[in-house]
T-cell receptor, first 116, second 112 residues
């Protein structure tokens, strides 16, 4: 079974609108972390936001927020007030405590296109 | 503070040649990771180090691949001999205990 599933290969959003990128995960570990990374067309990987499995509140970082629903095993990324510069590939990743808690497993990504 | 630095940014070489990719982690980070990204397989962890010691190399595809970390500020990933199927973007990332992984800009490798 896939540990991280991103079901949206591509998404479109209009500038200034909000968009939600889906991520579901599969783990039996009680302690884990969830990450989102952005990869623009230039290729670098940029860390956006982190959510720990025991965090009581949803993580937020500026225009990024993580809609964490533990029972559903989902960790969707919400980008508010989309900008043209948000056009990029977005990856969800998970770190499990098993194996030392340092390995990241990545999803297949969602290509986001922000339109005028 | 400088980020993770990888070199070269691009490498084009012929099949059978030795390829060496280099990485300088963020100062103070004691974990270093090597990843490979391809269209077919996405982002895969190849190997990671903690305090210069290889901890998990289960992702290294075969014996043609080797990685070293002789000191806290330098690591190499070597492919010998290289094959066309090794063409990919190779990322290095580093972290300390309290931080997420920070990635370098990657090396785009093409094996002809």
């Amino acid at each position: 079974a896939q540990k991280i599933t991103q079901t949206q290969p591509g998404m479109f959003v209009q500038e200034k609108e909000a968009v939600t990128l889906d991520c579901t995960y599969d783990t039996s570990d009680p302690s884990y972390g969830l990450f989102w990374y952005k990869q623009p067309s230039s290729g670098e990987m940029i860390f956006l936001i982190y959510q720990g499995s025991y965090d009581q509140q949803n993580a937020t970082e500026g225009r990024y927020s993580l809609n964490f629903q533990k029972a559903r095993k989902s960790a969707n990324l919400v980008i508010s007030a989309s900008q043209l510069g948000d056009s990029a590939m977005y990856f969800c990743a998970m770190r499990e405590l098993t194996g030392g808690g340092n390995k990241l497993t990545f999803g297949t990504g969602t290509q986001l296109k922000v339109e005028l | 503070d400088a980020g993770v630095i990888q070199s070269p940014r691009h490498e084009v070489t012929e099949m059978g040649q030795e390829v060496t990719l280099r990485c300088k982690p963020i100062s103070g980070h004691d974990y270093l990771f090597w990843y490979r990204q391809t269209m077919m397989r996405g982002l895969e962890l190849l190997i990671y180090f903690n305090n210069n010691v290889p901890i998990d190399d289960s992702g290294m595809p075969e014996d043609r691949f080797s990685a070293k970390m002789p000191n806290a500020s330098f690591s190499t990933l070597k492919i010998q001999p290289s094959e066309p199927r090794d063409s990919a973007v190779y990322f290095c990332a580093s972290k300390d205990d309290s931080q997420p992984q920070h990635f370098g800009d990657g090396t785009r490798l093409s094996i002809l």
